[in-house]
């Protein structure tokens, strides 16, 4: 609600009216097309430097 009344200034009635697909289109109109999924390559760097069960350095 805030992207389409706030961003794009729409009447409430407009913005309701909003197709989500239409709501994904002004959004890329304003801020461009967002990236795809990380690649495998990437995914698995990040859970290499973010383990899962590290809290603080501390294993649980």
């Not at 913005?15 to 990380?38: K, N």
Request: no cysteine; net charge negative; charged share 20%.
């Amino acid at each position: 609600m805030a992207f389409g009344l706030g961003v794009l200034r729409l009447a409430p009635a407009t913005f309701w009216s909003l197709t989500p697909r239409e709501l994904q289109a002004a959004a890329e109109g304003v801020y461009g097309r967002a990236s795809g999924p990380p690649s495998r390559a990437t995914l698995d760097a990040l859970m290499l430097d973010f383990p899962d069960g590290e809290r603080h350095g501390q294993q649980q």
